[in-house]
């Protein structure tokens, strides 16, 4: 039989909070259950908000929670030679276009296209898609403003990329935290438009370094929060097109504040360090959880 293998996959940008908890405290419950294996993957391509401090206070956090991971860690910054060769074969397969828009550029086009009484589309998360005219610049066009040192990032292609796959492209979500039978979810990865695959200087995106990694560490169970439910449709897209083997999925419930909301990693009441020092036990931390 193979072995199950869970993963926690936070990233080092700030401090770990009661969600991040409940989630990695769930994928050890799951793993131990299931006879599996439990990995810790640091999630930290993005080095101007990630630092070793976050990292440390974080590794610090979960070990005090009684979180035991299967070494070694892995840390997604340490493998951006890996990313750049697939992110190379994407160029070289024209599924991924440099992307020129700045935030200022991209704001004065949707203003102008509502100015026409068109409303522009937004992603789940709210943010307009962005516009087309990039994808058809000329070869040499591009060429030009890369050797000038124009700011840009890779794009991907997601019209490309959908007829490149054909049929439907779906996943399989566990119907709660039993594990015990999934029903398939279909993924719509174009509600994102043409998503950031890399950057100029990082050789990834979180989409392009997860779904690498999960098949590098051979992740048979995603299990994490909600929030990234329909950024899976993105992420089954770039398995297939790489031809990645795909997870079972399981997005959790989440941890929300007293007003609600999201918990996010500035508020501090809420952070594990913050109510560790307070005399939070790790087992009131899973009561607090629910678990
Ligand atoms: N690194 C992501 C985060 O901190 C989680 C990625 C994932 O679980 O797929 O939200």
Known sequence: MT??????????????????????LLNQGLAMHAGG?????????????????????????????????????????EHFAEYRVVLERLIREELVYPAFMSRGEIRAFIA?????????????????????????????????????NAPFAWRLDVGAAM?????????????DETLSATHSVVASPQDWGDVIVARRDIPTSYHLAVVMDDALQCVSHVV??????????????????????QPAYFHHRLILGPDGRKLSKSLRDTGLATLRDA?????DIRHMVGL
């Not at 009484?117 to 070869?139: Q, S, T």
């Not at 992420?235 to 031809?243: H, V």
């Open 3 to 24: 072995l199950l293998t869970f993963r926690f996959a936070p990233s080092p940008n700030g401090e770990l909070h009661l969600g991040h908890a409940y989630s990695a």
């Open 37 to 77: 294996r439990l990995l810790l993957r640091v999630e930290d391509i993005d080095t101007t908000r990630c630092t070793p401090a976050f990292e440390a206070g974080m590794l610090a956090d979960l070990k005090w929670l009684g979180l035991a991971w299967q070494e070694p860690v892995r840390r997604q910054s």
């Open 112 to 148: 102008d296209t509502q100015t026409r009484g068109r409303d522009w589309p937004r992603d789940p998360d709210g943010v307009p898609l962005y516009p087309p005219a990039d994808k058809a610049l000329p070869m040499k066009e591009r060429n030009r403003r890369i050797a000038e």
């Open 163 to 175: 007829k490149r796959l054909g049929g439907d492209l779906v996943w399989a979500e566990f119907n």
């Open 224 to 245: 994490r929060g909600r929030d990234l439910f329909s950024a899976t449709g993105v992420q089954r897209l770039l398995q297939d097109l790489l031809g990645l083997p």
């Open 279 to 283: 005399g939070a036990s790790p087992d």
